[in-house]
T-cell receptor, first 113, second 115 residues
Framework: DQQVKQNSPSLSVQEGRISILNCDYT??????FLWYKKYPAEGPTFLIS?????DKNEDGRFTVFLNKSAKHLSLHIVPSQPGDSAVYFC????????????FGTGTRLQVTL | KAGVTQTPRYLIKTRGQQVTLSCSPI?????VSWYQQTPGQGLQFLFE???????NKGNFPGRFSGRQFSNSRSEMNVSTLELGDSALYLC??????????????FGNGTRLTVT
């Protein structure tokens, strides 16, 4: 039962353009949503999060949008840079699951010159 | 501030053996979680410890176990290794307990290969 889904395994974007990574979830009990970036041979690095009571959160080049009615969130990276090339994971947590994060399967972003 | 430290970085074991992985959380962090990452399944939650007590457990067989010490350091153990246990094992820590939106901070993992 995949409660958090990232349906695009890969995405290629030109440097300077916008990258949009999508994530869908099925469990309406999730309270928080987080995005992590992962380089090969390293652990995931936290990027940005959003509470279920908000619909947008922004941090520098990164913005996360949450649409609760559609159970959908997206991460926007503007402008995209070559160093953003990595695998991006969407994760969710909710009341009753303590600190447990449920992860999507990831989207590999490649930013080309 | 030092990050989450996992040792060893790489391990090769044979089927039937057991293995112990170690994790030192960020100083002051009392919650430690473990995740398994495989190409087909992504990151799967193993268990979470807070104040030396297991607070949550994922859907893994009893061969997977863990513990947390009074200094918040944690170990996980896998007994009777199977080929399918080959994976990257990630440890993560956070300051408090519960789903409060504060992020988990991950170590670089232990790459376990079972032959």
């Amino acid at each position: 039962d995949q409660q958090v889904k990232q349906n695009s395994p890969s995405l290629s974007v030109q440097e300077g353009r916008i990258s949009i990574l999508n994530c869908d979830y099925t469990n309406s009990m999730f309270d928080y949503f987080l995005w992590y970036k992962k380089y090969p041979a390293e652990g995931p690095t936290f990027l940005i999060s959003i509470s279920s009571i908000k619909d947008k959160n922004e941090d520098g080049r990164f913005t996360v949008f949450l649409n609760k009615s559609a159970k959908h969130l997206s991460l926007h990276i503007v402008p995209s840079q070559p160093g953003d090339s990595a695998v991006y994971f969407c994760a969710a947590s909710g009341a009753g699951t303590a600190s447990k994060l449920t992860f999507g399967t990831g989207t590999r972003l490649q930013v080309t010159l | 501030k030092a990050g989450v430290t996992q040792t060893p970085r790489y391990l090769i074991k044979t089927r039937g053996q057991q293995v112990t992985l170690s994790c030192s959380p960020i100083s002051g962090h009392r919650s430690v979680s473990w995740y398994q990452q495989t190409p087909g399944q992504g990151l799967q939650f193993l268990f979470e410890y807070f104040s030396e007590t297991q607070r949550n457990k994922g859907n893994f067989p009893g061969r997977f176990s863990g513990r947390q010490f009074s200094n918040s350091r944690s170990e996980m153990n896998v007994s009777t290794l199977e080929l399918g246990d080959s994976a990257l094992y990630l440890c993560a820590s956070k300051l408090g307990q519960g789903a409060d939106g504060s992020p988990l901070h991950f170590g670089n993992g232990t790459r376990l290969t079972v032959t």
